[in-house]
T-cell receptor, first 112, second 109 residues
């Protein structure tokens, strides 16, 4: 089955820790994206990547980092510099930069 | 950047009723998508519709790009239609999808 997988489904982080969220796609899409959703809100773009080894900051990149070493993988690290990391994180991919985006099931991050 | 406004913010329907959700955007777009977010958080693609009209079963959508709005029609609503409906757009010259705040739909039996 083609699709986007995210892991873990739930993640708990202690203050001061870095955590990495996984996103993998087997759709052979060039572009991948990370979004953050807070309760009752729409999604906001954190980072996106149009091709391997290249990525750009979105609207709320501070406190996050990404890498794109393989076409199918786009991991997101939430660093200790992110002041309010508790949120729902969604990964997406598309064939090209302005094509239909498809979303994974999301990871819920909770800071203890 | 481009602004996206959705209305109404909340909508309660009796099963079987029809509804219209609206999305206004502030500038020219080269991508417009409608999504349904189910109670578990999964975002489901409904339509890719930067212009024109599309239909898929009980759902249809129309985008009038020159007037900067899009409409999502849900006919004969079912309880499984409940959730949040998002409109998202990409402005001309951009690769970023900008989301509205959504319309929360509750369909009651």
């Amino acid at each position: 089955d083609g699709g986007i997988t995210q892991s873990p489904k739930y993640l708990f982080r202690k203050e001061g820790q870095n955590v990495t969220l996984s996103c993998e796609q087997n759709l052979n899409h060039d572009a991948m994206y990370w979004y953050r959703q807070d309760p009752g809100q729409g999604l906001r773009l954190i980072y996106y990547s149009q091709i391997v080894n290249d990525f750009q900051k979105g609207d709320i990149a501070e406190g996050y980092s990404v890498s794109r070493e393989k076409k199918e993988s786009f991991p997101l690290t939430v660093t200790s510099a992110q002041k309010n990391p508790t949120a729902f994180y969604l990964c997406a991919s598309s064939a090209g930069g302005r094509e239909t985006q498809y979303f994974g099931p999301g990871t819920r991050l909770l800071v203890l | 950047g481009i602004q996206v406004e959705q209305s109404p913010p909340d909508l309660i329907l009796q099963e079987g009723a029809n509804s219209t959700l609206r999305c206004n955007f502030s500038d020219s777009v080269n991508n417009l998508q409608w999504f349904h977010q189910n109670p578990w958080g999964q975002l489901i693609n409904l339509f890719y519709i930067p212009s024109g009209t599309k239909q898929n079963g009980r759902l249809s959508a129309t985008t009038v790009a020159t007037e900067r709005y899009s409409l999502l029609y849900i006919s004969s609503s079912q309880t499984t239609d409940s959730g949040v409906y998002f409109c998202a757009v990409t402005g001309a010259g951009s690769y970023q999808l900008t989301f509205g705040k959504g319309t929360k739909l509750s369909v009651i039996p």
